[in-house]
C-alpha cells in the first residue's frame, strides 16, 4: 500500500463526520487505496462492499461468506463486477495467490471475540508488511446493548476481558492491539445516523 495518502487518519474518533454516516466509509476515504482487498462476511454488502466499490476503483475484492445462502446472494448481486469474487468458504480456508493488503474483519456481534482472538491471527500470514485491517468491534457494552446483553454474552464477555474496560477509546484499543503486532489508527462509531449505539470499526495497520 505505498500510495499517498488521502486525509490524516490518526485518531480518529467515533463522532467523526461523512455524508452517508458510515465510520466504515469515513476511514476508507483516508487511507491508501487497496488493491487486493479480503471482506470476512457479506450480509448484503450494504456496510462494506458497496463503499469500496465506490472509493476503492483499482481494488480487487475476495469475499469470503460461510453461509450458502448469503453467498449465492452476494455472488449474484455482483456478478456484474468482476473485480468481486464470492468465495462461499469459512475465511480460513482461504488461500489466495496474492498477499491482501486490506482485511475487513465484519462477523456477526456475537463472533466478535473470535474475530480478535482467532480469525486475525489466522489471516495475519496472509497480509503484505503494512496491510491495513477493519474489524467490527463494540466500544461501549451499555451504549450498545442497555442492561440486558441477551444472546450477546459471548462479546459482553469478550470486550472487558480481551480490553480491560466496557468502554473503549482508540488509546485503550491501541495499547491493546500494540502487541499483537498492529497500530491502531481509528476507532469510528459503525452508523454514525444513529450516534451513540455502541457498534462501531477499529482500523488498524501492522507494526
Ligand atoms: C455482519 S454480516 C456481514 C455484513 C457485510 N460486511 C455487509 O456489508 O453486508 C456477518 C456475516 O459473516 C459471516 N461469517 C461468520 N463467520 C464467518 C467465517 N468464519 N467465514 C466466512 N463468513 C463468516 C456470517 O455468515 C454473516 O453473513
Redesign the pocket.
Known sequence: MALMQRMPIEGLAPAIEDDRGSGFRAVLKRIPSPRHVF???????????VHLLDLCPEASIDI????PD?AAEAAEKFAAKERVRVHN????EFRPKFKIDLL?L???TG?IGYAFEE?LPALTPLLTQDAGVFL?IVYDLEAAFGDDVGEYEGVAEFIPRYFGATVLDIDIVRRRMKPEGFETLALVDRNMLERGRGYGWTYMVRG
Open positions: 471482506e470476512v462476511g457479506c450480509n448484503g454488502g450494504l456496510w462494506s462492499t469470503a461468506e460461510i453461509l448469503r468458504i469459512d475465511a480460513v475487513i465484519d462477523v456477526q463472533l480469525l467490527y
